[in-house]
């Protein structure tokens, strides 16, 4: 074991496992290693790792780095930086072979040759075998070959050949189809490690040529993203890497500004990934006053196209190419400083009431209040009903600003009137609060919504496909647990009913000075979570169990619950899970 190694074990023990991992990771981990799904476990220059046989191969690696234990893990919780249950079964591996032996204990096999071993037998071999090794395995190996051929363009006589690198690129990009989840992580790292080589070559001194591999770069990915399930997220990171290589580039090579400023521009406005997403303000210094006027022109003869928005219009094109030049625009326009350029840019649109409070916040924020006054105003002029709540909020806050209390309180009831809810209700709540009116109002929100579950309840009768405002009393429950008035809430819930996480809610809140009431209410929701057919719901059907069992017994009902969990037994046999989980709790 090299000292690396020895550092690594004093560090990396069980306690610090279960700290790093949280109490359920570490029992599935510590599951993993005693099944055996640790493999190719080995050690070099103080990096221990190991594969994990888990949804699928997953490789771990731990090493120290400033006395601290790193570690990664290419499964989806690793690469977000979790100490994940992969994690814990390679630490628990190593610590087991790293541990002394004792008679007559089972330990994992530890291997005789080590990485140490190869290094030493690799020392010891004649140049040329070590080169036809290395040829053999890359005419085997995709990745390796690639990186080979990279290598071997960077240092010819002749100087650096693009063609090799972007032939590189072509291929790890190349998905050969669809790239689902599974193969994601892997085709990603594929790319990844093409732009290292990239990236290497910016640092021997080959800017101009970074700028045009990473151009062609983003081209392809561009191109495949939508051939690959991206749920993690893998290639915006690669999109967001090249760019920042780009950038780069650009900064030591000093391209030519105009000819940049057409480029930038023109994939600024056809890109939908957001490539290049306000380059007037990241390449600026790059640039300067000769490509931003290139670039200023070209945005202002595309602007000139776009057709001015009212209320309620739309343009096929508003989240495409409009979007893409109305950012551009406003990003020149606030270069400039002037908040009246930035203004004109967003009047030339004024389809939805966002569009409103947009203008008013620019003025707000330039300190032109009456500005930004008269801008909300105009907004909810245009949209009186059904309009932008942020729009209302704002424009109250600007009434109670000027002690028009009134008018702020007639929005903020608008508001509460057009959909009551409990979020609203809150809102209302804060608005009268301010001028101390909350008791007047409040018994004017609760009429209004006893009033909307009538005029529910009278719709559904009428049409048995209606579907408008919830019936029952949801809305009013949620209320009154809110004002922790369980009393009133409880009446609500039993005379009109109420959705299923709210009786839940109130089986909590009654359990203890009314058991005979919360009860039934766990009872109840037994069977539903049962239904869900999953782990997790059978350990939520347990705790529901043990909770039927408490309240039996503080009701002197305690015969009853042997014959209830006999009934729940018999109904769901099948669910072995389950089944597994009730015997492991010894009832």
Same mark, same amino acid.
């Given at each position: ?10 560090? &990396? *023990?069980?306690? %610090? ?41 997953? #490789?771990?690696?731990?090493? @120290? ?37 004792? +008679? ?45 051929? %990279? ?15 972007? &032939?590189? @690129? !072509? ?6 189809? $669809? ?8 085709? +990603? ?23 045009? &591999? ?10 495949? @993203? ?11 990171? /690669? ?36 490539? $290049? ?50 950012? @551009? ?18 009047? #030339? ?42 729009? #209302? ?22 508001? $509460? ?12 709540? #804060?608005?009268? !609060?301010? /001028? ?10 609760? *009429? ?133 989980? &009730? ?5």
């Amino acid at each position: 074991m090299t000292s690396k190694a020895r550092d690594l074990t004093a560090v &990396l *023990d069980r306690r %610090m496992l279960q700290r790093a991992a949280g109490a359920r990771s570490f029992e599935r981990g510590e599951g993993y290693f005693a099944g055996g799904r640790v493999g190719s476990l080995a050690e070099h220059g103080g990096t221990v790792t190991a594969k994990v046989r888990g949804t699928l191969p997953y #490789r771990v690696k731990f090493w @120290i780095e400033d006395g601290k234990v790193r570690y990664s893990c290419t499964c989806p919780v690793g690469q977000d930086g979790a100490f994940c249950k992969h994690c814990v079964a390679v630490g628990l591996a190593w610590l087991d072979q790293a541990r002394p032996d004792h +008679a007559g204990e089972k330990k994992l096999a530890k291997p005789v040759v080590t990485m140490k071993d190869v290094r030493a037998y690799l020392a010891g071999q004649d140049k040329n075998a070590l080169v036809d090794l290395l040829m053999e395995q890359g005419m085997d190996d995709d990745r390796l070959r690639q990186r080979l051929l %990279m290598k071997a363009a960077k240092e010819r006589a002749k100087g650096l050949d693009l063609a090799t690198y972007r &032939l590189a @690129i !072509d291929e790890a990009v190349d998905g050969g189809g $669809f790239v689902d989840y599974r193969g994601a992580y892997d085709y +990603a790292s594929r790319i990844e490690e093409v732009i290292d080589a990239v990236e290497d070559i910016l640092k021997g001194g080959y800017a101009s040529e970074v700028i045009d &591999l990473t151009e062609h770069a983003l081209e392809d990915v561009e191109a495949a @993203i939508e051939s690959v399930d991206d749920s993690d997220g893998h290639m915006g990171g /690669i999109l967001e890497r090249l760019q920042e290589l780009h950038l780069k580039a650009c900064r030591k090579a000093m391209p030519d500004p105009e000819e940049l400023a057409r480029r930038l521009f023109a994939w600024e406005l056809r890109a939908e990934w957001d490539t $290049f997403y306000g380059a007037a303000d990241t390449y600026a210094d790059v640039l300067g006053e000769k490509g931003l006027a290139v670039y200023r022109t070209l945005a202002e003869a595309e602007w000139a196209k776009v057709r001015p928005l009212g209320p309620g219009r739309d343009d096929p094109a508003k989240y495409g190419t409009r979007f893409r030049i109305t950012h @551009i625009m406003e990003t020149l326009a606030r270069r400039t400083g002037d908040v009246e350029a930035v203004v004109a840019v967003k009047t #030339r649109d004024l389809s939805t009431a966002y569009d409103y409070l947009q203008i008013a916040e620019t003025y707000q924020q330039a300190g032109k209040h009456d500005l930004a006054l008269d801008w909300a105003e105009r907004g909810v002029t245009a949209f009186p009903t059904r309009t932008d709540p942020r729009l #209302r909020e704002f424009l109250a806050a600007e009434y109670h600003r000027r002690g028009r209390h009134d008018d702020a309180m007639a929005l903020a009831w608008a508001e $509460f009137a057009e959909s009551p809810t409990l979020d609203r209700y809150q809102n209302l709540k #804060r608005h009268a !609060d301010k /001028i101390g009116q909350w008791t007047t109002w409040r018994a004017k929100a609760l *009429d209004l919504l006893r009033q909307s579950i009538a005029a529910a309840k009278r719709q559904a009768s009428g049409d048995r496909w209606a579907w408008e405002r919830r019936s029952d009393h949801t809305e009013l429950v949620r209320v009154f647990l809110w004002e922790k008035d369980i009393k009133a809430a409880w009446r609500e819930a039993t005379e009109g009913g109420c959705a299923d996480d709210q009786w839940m809610e109130l089986a909590k809140k009654r359990e203890k000075s009314h058991p005979e009431d919360a009860l039934p209410l766990y009872q109840r929701r037994i069977e539903p979570t049962l239904s869900r057919k999953n782990n997790e719901a059978y350990r939520e059907a347990v705790g529901l169990l043990k909770k039927v069992q408490e309240l039996m017994a503080r009701l002197g009902r305690e015969s009853e619950f042997a014959q209830y969990l006999a009934s729940v037994r018999a109904a769901h046999k099948p669910k072995r899970n389950f089944m597994k989980l &009730l015997e492991r709790t010894q009832w």
